[in-house]
């Protein structure tokens, strides 16, 4: 706790103090360009991950960075996303996986999850996820069966993320873009779900492509 308030009290002398005019213009409202949806794992800082400044980031964090289909669950996580859409009017939404992800490595084996059983009951919105990687991924183990279910939960969550009215209606309307990304936390990349290709590929070599926004293609776990 120590290290926290040393924190702060850096934070107010190093920081805010010369940031003083975007805070107090912060005070009066926010105006996000970007809903971020990732993974609650410490591991990730999605502001110092993009660089971006206070304002910048509507943040939404869970366990596995899971968005649970439309009627799901009356949650945080609908709630958040309505209002990052159909109130501060983001145009883009990242939903951002992470390597060695704890959520993922749960959802593939359950019975770690029995001391945990409100995380184990989270987990049942990724079900589709822990499927498509039993039914399609046996060939894989270790820590690229969890690169591929990391993946594949990705590029699920934005098809959950797409039975949510507010993104369906903005979608219909052109003005908002989905994006799947995984941080791999060892090497600092970051990749982003191609619908060309099908994979994840640097997010240097990403060229989104609205058109095929809808397009969802298996990928291979090979980050």
Known sequence: MQKLIQ???????????????LFEQLAKGQNPETLFITCSDSRIDPSL??????GDLFILRNAGNIVPAHGAVNGGEAATIEFAVAGLGVHDIIICGHSHCGAMRGLLNPET????PAVASWLEHAE???RIVRDNYTHLQGDRLITAAVEENVLVQLENLRT???VASRLVKGDLHLHGWVYKIETGEVFAYDTASG?????AQYQYQPSEA???RRTTGTI
Do not use: K, N
Not at 49 to 54: A, C, D, E, G
Not at 113 to 116: A, S
């Open 7 to 21: 924190g702060i009290h850096q934070f107010r002398t190093e920081h805010f103090r010369p940031m003083q005019g």
């Open 49 to 54: 991950l993009t660089r971006s400044q206070p």
């Open 113 to 116: 999850m029995t001391p945990f």
């Open 128 to 130: 589709t996820t822990r």
């Open 164 to 166: 949510l009215p507010s």
């Open 199 to 203: 994979q994840f590929v640097p997010l």
């Open 214 to 216: 809808a397009v969802r």
